[in-house]
């Protein structure tokens, strides 16, 4: 396993960084929860370790 503290103590640095990987997760939620729609299933399981958000809204969507 590869310690690569200086790269993570630099991604964790500034909330300008935390600003880019929240928005790169938000459009990776929005494909996800597209592809939940288009499946409409009546349960999902989320295994994430969020903020609880993407549950929040797969359950809006009448899926729990």
């Known amino acids: 396993m ?3 503290s200086d790269a993570i103590r630099s991604e964790y640095a500034d ?3 935390l600003e880019v990987r929240m928005a790169i997760y938000s459009r990776a939620a929005d494909a996800a929860l597209d592809a ?3 499946v409409s299933p ?3 399981l989320d295994v994430s370790a969020g903020t609880g958000e993407f549950a ?3 359950a809006a ?3 729990w």
């Open 2 to 4: 590869h310690d690569d």
């Open 15 to 17: 909330a300008c960084r």
């Open 36 to 38: 939940v729609a288009e």
């Open 42 to 44: 009546a349960r999902v």
């Open 56 to 58: 929040l809204r797969v």
């Open 61 to 63: 969507t009448g899926a």
